[in-house]
C-alpha cells in the first residue's frame, strides 16, 4: 500500500522528534563542556561534508557545548606554493618549511583558511572569531628539532586567557596552528598537536579529531575491524605491537598525551561520515574510536 505524501511527513518528523530526544541525555550531561575539534581531511575539501561539519558545530554551541576548532590546511598550502613556483618537500612525513614556504603557509592557514571557516560559521548562525597561535600568545612555539625542516615547531606553552574569554561570552575560536617563539619567529605546527595542548590547557571534555579513517582499526585494510574503545595503556600497546603504524601514530600519541594532562575522553573519527560530530557525541555506540584514561567511568 502506498504511504501518502502527508503520512510520510508525519513519520520523517515524527523519527526526526525521536532523534532529539534521544540526544536529550547527552546534551544536559555536556552542556557547559568545552570540546576541542581538529578539522581537516576530506570533511575541509568536500564542500557537501563541510556544510555539515559547520552544522555540527554551531548545533553544538546551541545546544550549550564550548566548542574551540583547531584546523590545518595542508591541500591548500600545497596549491599555492604550486602557483608561486615552490615545491613542497617533505622529510619523514613533515613539511619541510623553510623561510619562502613558511610565509606561504601563514598566509594560507591564518588569512585564508580561517577567515573562511569562520565565514561559514557565521552564516550558518554562530558567532566565530579566528585566531592562530600568535594572538594574545595563545601558543608558544620552539623548534621541532630535527634537522633540515626548517620552521616546523612543537608547543612549548600554551595561554588559555583569550580563548577563556570567548567561550565565556558564547564564541567559537577558530584556532590555525600558526605559533610563534619568544622572539617572534613564525613557526608551523601540526593541528593535531596543537588541537591536544589546547584541550588539555582549556581542560576539555572531549578531543575529537576528525580524519579519513574510521577510527583505529585491528586490520588497517579492513574497516570492520574498528576498535570502538580504547585506554591509554591498551594505545601504547597498540603502537607497541604495530597494529597503530604510520600516520596514526602521531594522531594516537597526540590523545594519549592529551588524556595523560586531565582531558576526559579523546576521540579518532571519520569526517567523512556526513555529521559524524553529532554521531560522536549524541549516540550510544558512536562512529570511531574512544581513547580514554585508565581510570574513566561514565
Not at 129 to 137: P, T
Not at 142 to 154: A, Y
Not at 246 to 267: D, F
Request: hydrophobic residues 45%; charged residues 20%.
Amino acid at each position: 500500500m502506498m504511504v501518502s505524501e502527508t503520512e510520510y511527513i508525519r513519520q520523517d518528523a515524527a523519527s526526526r522528534v525521536q532523534v532529539l530526544s534521544e540526544a536529550l541525555p547527552y546534551i544536559q550531561q555536556f552542556t557547559g563542556r568545552t570540546i576541542v575539534v581538529k578539522y581537516g581531511g576530506a570533511a575541509m575539501k568536500d564542500s557537501n561534508l563541510k556544510d555539515k561539519v559547520i552544522r555540527d558545530i554551531v548545533f553544538l554551541s546551541c545546544v550549550g557545548l564550548r566548542p574551540i576548532v583547531v584546523h590545518g590546511g595542508g591541500p591548500e598550502i600545497n596549491s599555492w606554493l604550486d602557483k608561486l613556483g615552490i615545491e613542497p618537500q617533505f622529510k619523514n612525513g613533515l613539511r619541510v618549511t623553510d623561510a619562502p614556504t613558511m610565509d606561504v603557509v601563514e598566509m594560507v592557514l591564518v588569512g585564508r583558511v580561517n577567515k573562511e571557516i569562520v565565514a561559514l560559521i557565521n552564516q550558518a548562525g554562530g558567532s566565530a572569531v579566528g585566531l592562530c597561535g600568535i594572538d594574545g600568545n595563545l601558543i608558544t612555539a620552539r623548534p621541532q628539532g630535527e634537522e633540515g625542516i626548517g620552521f616546523v615547531g612543537e608547543v612549548s606553552g600554551v595561554d588559555i586567557k583569550i580563548l577563556e574569554t570567548l567561550v565565556n561570552n558564547g564564541y567559537i575560536p577558530v584556532v590555525s596552528s600558526v605559533a610563534a617563539d619568544e622572539s617572534g619567529q613564525s613557526y608551523n605546527i601540526n593541528a593535531d598537536t596543537v588541537a591536544g595542548e589546547i584541550a588539555a590547557a582549556i581542560g576539555a571534555e572531549k578531543l575529537i579529531l576528525l580524519t579519513d579513517t574510521r577510527g583505529i582499526l585491528k586490520d588497517y585494510k579492513d574497516p570492520s575491524t574498528l576498535i570502538p574503545r580504547v585506554d591509554i595503556q591498551q594505545a601504547r600497546e597498540l603502537i607497541t605491537t604495530g597494529i597503530v603504524s604510520g600516520g596514526m601514530i602521531p594522531k594516537v600519541n597526540c590523545c594519549v598525551r592529551s588524556l595523560a594532562q586531565g582531558v576526559r575522553a579523546a576521540h579518532i573519527v571519520d569526517g567523512r561520515i556526513p555529521h559524524a560530530l553529532l554521531l560522536e557525541i549524541f549516540t550510544d555506540i558512536g562512529i570511531g574510536t574512544m581513547l580514554v584514561g585508565s581510570q574513566f567511568t561514565l
